[in-house]
Every structure is written in structure tokens, then in C-alpha cells.
């Protein structure tokens, strides 16, 4: 066998570990504690569907020492209906006035929902089992006049067209021609006023047409057990995670990430940048600046001009081997 040294052409393996796993989040700022009856929650953060899996609602559940960390209903537990319904899943899916809402949109962030349960009827802090808490769990089809629909009269149903609810709301917000709880609207409940500065913030107020024994608990509760933070993100997907590189050869890579927080991206602000440590630099050679997609020896600028809270961000890059030694080698980046 003829022995091949691939030393020759330098053949590196390039890594780049910029998954989720990898991504070391750093919290530049808490939003404002104060509460803003104008602006109760991000659209980033309201929609973030993929905020929590059901083992994470199941712990939530359980470290507040609610009942329903131990219910089922038709053979699911509280956590994986809680999570189903975030993702679109059974009755938390629909088509009406031109919006449809599925497994492929999701509803609401699985806070959302966990939140809306206590704002309800308590459910989150209730330690004993209460069937009549669980038939009006998220106060759907339960009006202010008093009575609920009884075809609403299960936990699942409830969670499952609660949180479809809250997502239809959102979406019929902005862009589909309604004339009311729309997006720079005023409003005034119970002699509060304000303005529905989002989506998000137009959708708990149809749910809840309340400023305070009702959505001003949300909030408080919503802020105190999931630290909605003004710079958050989720990775989405990368490109050429891994890629063989001769020596002299280059390749692109590219990296999307969805805005969870609660501050909008802006060109030159928000970067993704090298780890591992902080600030390093690149074993690997970067490609000039400009089009390539280098701010500085550190830094790769965000290919949007902007990313609202909701939105995703993409940032695409080109790395080069220029004489680096053959094996595998990883370059760690953060936002």
C-alpha cells in the first residue's frame, strides 16, 4: 500500500462549534423590572415556543410544588399537554380569518402558558388537586359575565385553545386588516390607559382585558420565575459545521439565530464573537473584511440591518487554512 502524507498539503479538519451546546450566553441586561402596562412582554420572548421541553416544564412544575407535576389526561402528563400546545399540537391547532396556527408556527412559549395557569385560577403554587381549578384552568371560554362553556372543561382542553387563543391574538395584531387590539392602538380598562406597543403586549389584553387583577399579575409572575432578559437568543442552524480544508484553501460558514430577548439587533452592535477564550484569535484565517463578513479580527457582523425581538439573525463568515497543522481543530464563537 502506498502511504499517502497528507502533511504535505496541510489537510486540516475545521470544527466550528457554534451550536447550542456551545454557545456560552452572556446576559447583558435584565429588561426593567418596572412594570409597563404599555409593553407587557417581547414578541421574541411571548413566541419562543422552543423555550422550554416538557422536562423542563415538568421540573418548573415541581420545584413550585404544583399538584399538577403529578396529573395526566388521556395518557399525557401536565408538562407534555403544556408542551404540545405550545407547539401547535391537537386543538391548539386552527385556520380562521385568514391565520392558521400548527405544529409548524406553535403558539406561545410554554411560560406563557405556565404563567397564564397561575394568573388564572393559581395552579402553579396550588399544592392540592382542585378539579374545578383544573375545568377552568386557563379561563377559557369563561367570560366576565360569569359561567365557562363546559365543551372547555378539561385541563387539556383548556391549555390546548387557551394557547391557541393567545397565538391568534398575536398574529391578528398586525397585518390582517382587524380594527381593534392592533399594535399602536390605545387603550383604557378599568380607567388604566395605554398603548399595545406589540403584538404580544395586544394579545394578553384581548385574552385579559385588565391592566391590574389580571395582566399586571402576569407580568409579575412571568418576571419573577422566567428572568425575561433585553439581550436572549436560541440557536436555529448552522452550514458547514464541519469542513476539510487543504492548506491555501477557504470555505463559508454561516450560523441563524432566533431573538428571544426583548431589545431589537442592530448592524455593529450585536456580533457573533470568538470564545474560548474571549476574544481570541482565530487559528484559522479570516477572510479580509467587507463581504466576507469580518468586522475585526474577532468579530463577524450581523448580516441584517436589524433583528426585532422575534426575528432571526444571520451571521456568514469565511474562514481560510493558511498554514495550520493537520488535524481537527475548533473554533469556538458566542454572540
Not at 405550545?86 to 412559549?109: L, Q
Not at 392592533?182 to 384581548?206: C, E, K, M, P
Not at 460558514?253 to 457573533?272: D, E, M, P, R
Amino acid at each position: 500500500m502506498k502511504n499517502t502524507k497528507i502533511s504535505v498539503f496541510g489537510l486540516v479538519g475545521l470544527l466550528l462549534a457554534i451550536g447550542l451546546a456551545s454557545l456560552i450566553l452572556t446576559k447583558a441586561q435584565r429588561a426593567n423590572a418596572s412594570f409597563d402596562q404599555s409593553n407587557l412582554i417581547s414578541d421574541g420572548v411571548f413566541i419562543d415556543t422552543g423555550k422550554m421541553d416538557t422536562a423542563a416544564i415538568q421540573r418548573f412544575l415541581e420545584r413550585k410544588g404544583s399538584f399538577l407535576q403529578g396529573i395526566s389526561e388521556g395518557g399525557r402528563s401536565a408538562a407534555q399537554i403544556i408542551y404540545d400546545a405550545a407547539h401547535g399540537r391537537n386543538d391548539a391547532a386552527g385556520s380562521i380569518n385568514g391565520i392558521t396556527i400548527n405544529e409548524s408556527t406553535g403558539t406561545v412559549n410554554p411560560a406563557v402558558i405556565l404563567t397564564t395557569l397561575q394568573k388564572e385560577q393559581g395552579l402553579i403554587t396550588m399544592a392540592s388537586r382542585d378539579d374545578g381549578a383544573l375545568q377552568r384552568a386557563m379561563g377559557y371560554a369563561c367570560p366576565d359575565s360569569g359561567g365557562c362553556n363546559s365543551s372547555y372543561a378539561t385541563f387539556t382542553k383548556q391549555v390546548e385553545s387557551g394557547a391557541w387563543q393567545l397565538r391568534y391574538n398575536y398574529e391578528r395584531a398586525s397585518g390582517h386588516g382587524f380594527s381593534d387590539y392592533q399594535v399602536g392602538q390605545s387603550f383604557n380598562f378599568d380607567g388604566n390607559g395605554g398603548i399595545f406597543s406589540n403584538r404580544a403586549t395586544a394579545s394578553l389584553y384581548r385574552y385579559t382585558p385588565h391592566v391590574y387583577n389580571g395582566n399586571y399579575n402576569f407580568y409579575n409572575f412571568f418576571v419573577a420565575n422566567f428572568s425575561v432578559d433585553e439581550y436572549s437568543y436560541r440557536f436555529i442552524n448552522e452550514t458547514n459545521p464541519y469542513t476539510t480544508l487543504a492548506q491555501g484553501a477557504s470555505a463559508q460558514y454561516s450560523v441563524a439565530v432566533l431573538n428571544t430577548g426583548t431589545a431589537t439587533w442592530q448592524k455593529g452592535t450585536v456580533n457573533l464573537g470568538t470564545d474560548r477564550g474571549q476574544d481570541r484569535i482565530p487559528e484559522f484565517t479570516r477572510e479580509g473584511n467587507g463581504s466576507s463578513g469580518w468586522l475585526a479580527p474577532q468579530r463577524v457582523y450581523l448580516q441584517e440591518d436589524s433583528v426585532a425581538p422575534g426575528g432571526t439573525g444571520h451571521f456568514t463568515f469565511w474562514m481560510k487554512n493558511d498554514n495550520v497543522s493537520p488535524g481537527t481543530h475548533r473554533e469556538y464563537f458566542r454572540l
